[in-house]
């Protein structure tokens, strides 16, 4: 025991590696800039005031995101979805797969979720002991379920998902702004200590040459470095939030009752927006907790969300039709309960209107069958 123990405090000591190193050439690229660069280096007080203003706007945005990020827990499953004691004990008893499938099909009988594992079976975590819910996933480096998984990321040694995926996409976007802004500002003078500075033939060179020379250079190139990297990585984070998509659905589509579906919980564009943002746009830009729902259920298309068995609406008898005048409704898409209540309210204008014309009539019911589109 007190081997492993050592071992888990030292792999939990060395995730923090790479989080370190961030730390340290962000403090370092803080010094170089406003020290070496708008200090040192700039002329004219105009140009440092404006360079400074909004080098700290987006300093303090990417590092606010970024400390977002990295100290958000992640959401695991609630109560709900841990089996009861007594269908606990009777799984970990039971040796056959079937057996054991079907005591968490009793026990995942009145849990919202519609996902299963590739074989149709319950998703259930042997490590967690909990049935998991839609997206969730375990994380191997976390040790536990966690809502809505996307990854887990070594940059922020935490496990990206519902609690802190907004954060995430922020920390991208304010890292990339970040970088690109001293990439920017820095050009001329990395031109300028390359060029003019080097063959002394310059004015306006600065005295300290050597000394930000070797800032401004590497600041230049750092800030490049960074800024091609993140924006590949942002750029395909912002299409995973369009479509609607984490980074394991993405390169393993859910499975629904239907069958499996990339898009299945692809709600349109801007409702797929708002499930990471939230309503309220004025808060999109705010490393702030705003995202939609609880981790435990989400929205997902008509035609693979309705993971139910065929439903029966019989309304209450009415006057004799003819047997073309039976209707059935199925779903054609996203708006499918506006559409049925649309259709049941022209049926009952229809059946006023035949009950002033006709004095008597058989009764017979109406049957409206909803089905699930495959």
């Known amino acids: 025991m007190a081997p492993t123990h050592v071992l888990r405090c030292c792999q939990r000591g060395l995730a923090w590696i790479p989080v370190i190193f961030i730390a340290l050439v962000v403090c370092w690229s803080y010094y170089a800039y ?3 660069l708008c200090l040192f280096t700039i002329l004219s007080i105009g140009e440092q005031i404006v360079y400074l203003i909004f080098f700290h706007l987006s300093f303090i945005m990417f590092v606010w995101s970024y400390w977002k990020t990295i100290f958000t827990q992640p959401a695991n499953p609630s109560k709900e979805f841990c089996l009861p004691k007594a269908d606990k004990e009777s799984y970990e008893k039971e040796e056959r797969p079937e057996t054991q499938q079907e005591i968490l099909w009793r026990a995942a009988t009145s849990l919202p979720m519609y996902t299963r594992t590739g074989a149709g079976a319950i998703r259930y975590c042997d490590r967690c002991q909990v049935i998991k819910p839609d997206r969730c996933h375990h994380c191997s480096a976390c040790d536990m379920c966690v809502l809505k998984m996307d990854h887990h990321c070594p940059w922020v040694n935490n496990c990206v998902g519902f609690s802190n995926y907004k954060f995430f996409i922020l920390f991208l976007a304010y890292s990339l702004v970040y970088c690109l802004f001293i990439a920017a500002t820095v ?3 990395f031109i300028k200590f390359w060029t ?3 063959r002394k033939s310059a004015e306006n060179c600065p005295k300290n040459d050597t000394h930000a020379k070797f800032h401004v250079l590497f600041l230049f190139f750092v800030a490049a470095m960074f800024c091609i990297s993140i ?6 984070h912002l299409w995973l939030v369009g479509k609607n998509r984490s980074t394991i659905e993405a390169f393993r589509a859910p499975v629904f009752r239907t069958g499996s579906d990339k898009n299945g919980f692809s709600l349109g564009f801007r409702k797929n927006i708002a499930q990471v943002f939230g309503d309220q746009k004025k808060y999109w830009l705010l490393p702030i907790f705003t995202s939609q ?8 298309r008509l035609v693979n969300a309705a993971d139910v068995e065929q439903a029966t609406v019989t309304p209450r008898p009415e006057p004799s039709k003819s047997a073309a005048d039976d209707v059935s409704v199925s779903p054609v898409g996203e708006s499918q309960n506006r559409l049925l209540c649309n259709d049941q309210h022209a049926n009952n204008i229809g059946d006023h209107q035949a009950n002033n014309t006709l004095k008597s009539a058989e009764s017979e019911t109406i049957t409206i069958s ?3 589109e495959s």
């Open 196 to 198: 003019l500075c080097r």
């Open 370 to 372: 909803v089905e699930s």
């Open 34 to 36: 406003v020290v070496e």
């Open 187 to 189: 050009l001329q003078y």
């Open 293 to 300: 729902g609880d981790g435990l259920t989400f929205p997902a």
């Open 231 to 236: 924006l590949s990585l942002f750029t395909y």
